[in-house]
């Protein structure tokens, strides 16, 4: 237990859904992050967030959308996607966007597209 | 881009050390040296981290080479829970950093019995 939870666990959506994922953390971190990790493949930095702010977006396609609505919240809204969009999205957070030394991740959501 | 480089594979017997290299020869002088490991289908677990003295937690030791250039973190006794993924990740540690952990392939350590 790392103190971010991801839900659902596991997810099938169709092609034509919209779905979300989500995250929370009470750690009192002020810095969040979507990762996703595809089959025999790195993690790929998606967006971070630091204060509710969106800091950075890795050229990440329009039909994965973020929200932080608070600092202890994040989602990710997927909507159309496509078969290769499948992969483990993760989700972290650290105390601060500068200077942390660590930061904590969720179990991670495996999402599978049909 | 990662700016390391480890072996893809490993074995280990259980109840003995793990070292686990890296190498870092680009590192520059405000970069840190992170690990980090990922069980099978779960989320990347903060290991150790330091930046040129060796440093010792209740998880590993990590050591550093003088010139900076290559670390090798150490199991001390693995066990079978220890084994997955390990990644060494550098990245600098000051206030006009991004914050963000750039991930390579990692080294996929194996303890057998």
């Known amino acids: 237990e790392t103190g971010v939870t991801q839900t659902p666990r596991h997810l099938v959506m169709g092609m034509t859904n919209k779905k979300s994922l989500k995250c929370e953390q009470h750690?009192?971190?002020?810095?969040m992050y979507w990762y996703k990790q595809s089959a025999k493949k790195p993690l790929e930095l998606m967006f971070v967030?630091?204060?509710?702010?969106?800091?950075e977006n890795n050229s990440v396609p329009s039909r994965f959308s973020p929200e932080c609505p608070n600092s202890s919240h994040l989602f990710l809204h997927l909507h159309t996607l496509q078969p290769e969009d499948s992969a483990l999205y993760l989700c972290?957070?650290?105390?601060?966007?500068?200077?942390?030394?660590?930061?904590?991740f969720g179990q991670g959501t495996r999402l599978t597209v049909v | 881009d990662a700016k390391t480089t480890q072996p893809p594979s490993m074995d280990c017997a259980e109840g003995r050390a793990a070292n686990l290299p890296c190498n870092h020869s680009?590192?520059?002088?405000?970069?840190?040296v992170y690990w980090y490991r990922q069980i099978h289908s779960q989320g990347p677990q903060y290991i150790i981290h330091?930046?040129?003295n060796n440093e010792t937690n209740e998880m590993a030791s990590l050591i550093i080479t003088e010139d900076r250039k290559s670390s090798t973190l150490i199991l001390p006794h693995a066990t079978l829970r220890d084994t997955a993924v390990y990644y060494c990740?550098?990245?600098?540690?000051?206030?006009?950093?991004?914050?963000?952990?750039?991930f390579g392939q990692g080294t996929t350590l194996q303890v057998k019995p």
């Open positions: 967030y630091n204060f509710k702010e969106q800091t």
């Open positions: 990740i550098v990245r600098p540690q000051d206030p006009s950093n991004t914050g963000k952990l750039i």
């Open positions: 330091g930046l040129k």
């Open positions: 972290a957070s650290s105390q601060d966007y500068e200077g942390w030394t660590e930061a904590f």
């Open positions: 680009t590192i520059s002088g405000n970069e840190y």
């Open positions: 750690l009192g971190h002020n810095a």
